[in-house]
Every structure is written in C-alpha cells, then in structure tokens.
C-alpha cells in the first residue's frame, strides 16, 4: 500500500472548518484512500474513504485532487470532541485488508 | 447495529503468563483482523481471520496466535508473555471483499 504524509499537528478554532491535508504521491490506481481518526483511549473510528471523487457523508468530506496524488479531509464545523489524531491511509480494494497506520495528524480544536 | 465488542476493557497478567482477549464483529461482519498498539504509535497489525483460517500475518511472534469461531467471533491468545506485550489489543471487523474496517475500542493489558 502506498506511502502517506501528514503534518504531526493542528489546531482549529471550534465552529470553523477543519481541513486536513495527506500526500499520498505514489498511491496506485485500485488503492483507496481511508480516514480514521482515534480519540484517546478509544479505538480508531472510521470517518470516509473515497478512490476519485469527492465523497461527503454526515461526519465529513473527502476531498481528492485530480491526480489523485493527495487528499483533505474536511470537518465543517469542528467541536471540541472532534479533537483527536487523524490517520490518512491508502488499501486496495479486496481481500487484503491490512491498515497500516502512520504517525496521524494530531488536531486540536481550540474553545 | 451492534458494533465491534470487546473483552475485557482491562487485564493486568504477570511476565511468563498466557492471556485470551475476545472479539464479537459488527453485524454482518465476516472478516476479523488484530492490531496492537503500544503507548504512543500508531496500530500494528497482527493478523487477520477469514472462514475459521488466518489469512494474513503481520511481524509478529509465534507466542500471538488466533482462532476464529463458525459465528464470525475471534479469539487472541497471547503466551509466555513479555513486558513489552503491554499495549492496547484492538479488534477491527469487516467484509472480506472489501469496505472499512470498524474498530472495537480495544482491550488494555497490562504486562507485570
């Protein structure tokens, strides 16, 4: 599965939107692109996947550029529960079904 | 909709001893799949269980082995256990085909 880059931390203001971003550069045609994010001590929460298009469901939105080569995810009105680190992973579609996680993104929403 | 289910939520075992961790998969759910996560870093896989057979196996040692029962529920066992087994044990269900993986919210052990 393909490589992805996050920055290490953010903070946002609650209320406003929460944009975050993943380079997945070397990402292959069939790999999805996943979002989970893991609020301390709870296990990760799937949020959105997406291959192409852009995707919305009722946590957030998905974002992919043309090129596919990088993604942000988009919390439109973050709340102080939204705090949480945020993991962006590509998996091909099938059987394989192992996530490898790298370090997330840590976001912050601040009051 | 039940989602993933765990237990225990915490266990404390002392170094040399074996532990089992249990697992019930989201409804409709035919696929299991393990992850340790030590303090810190992110989830590691372990394994993964497909028709009561490991499918996958990550870095892990023989001391991690698995079962999965003819209800889809999935059994950790871990042996002979180290200090450095101390971590949160999370149990991730899905369908085998394909689609997101759904987290339990793990069981803490706890290596003495």
């Known amino acids: 599965d393909a490589k992805t880059t996050q920055p290490p931390s953010m903070d946002c203001a609650e209320g406003r939107a929460a944009n975050l971003p993943c380079n997945h550069s070397t990402i292959s045609g069939n790999e999805y692109v996943y979002w989970y994010r893991q609020i301390h001590s709870q296990g990760p929460q799937y949020i959105i996947h997406g291959l192409k298009n852009n995707e919305t469901n009722e946590m957030a939105s998905l974002i992919i550029t043309e090129d596919r080569k990088s993604s942000t995810l988009i919390l439109p009105h973050a709340t102080l529960r939204d705090t949480a680190v945020y993991y962006c992973i590509a998996l091909g579609w099938g059987s394989a079904r192992q996530l490898t996680f790298g370090s997330g993104t840590q976001l912050t929403v601040l009051p | 909709d039940a989602g993933v289910t765990q237990s225990p939520t915490h266990l404390i075992k002392t170094r040399g001893q074996q532990v089992t961790l249990r697992c019930s998969p989201k409804s409709g759910h035919d696929t299991v799949s393990w992850y340790q996560q030590a303090l810190g870093q992110g989830p590691q896989f372990i394994f993964q269980?497909?028709?009561?057979?490991?499918?996958q196996r990550g870095n892990f040692p023989d001391r991690f082995s698995g079962h999965q029962y003819p209800n889809y529920s999935s059994e950790l066992n871990v042996n002979a256990l180290l200090l450095g087994d101390s971590a949160l044990y999370l149990c991730a269900s899905s369908l085998y085909g394909g689609g997101p993986l759904h987290f339990g919210n793990g069981t803490r052990l706890t290596v003495t």
């Open positions: 269980y497909y028709e009561e057979e490991e499918r």
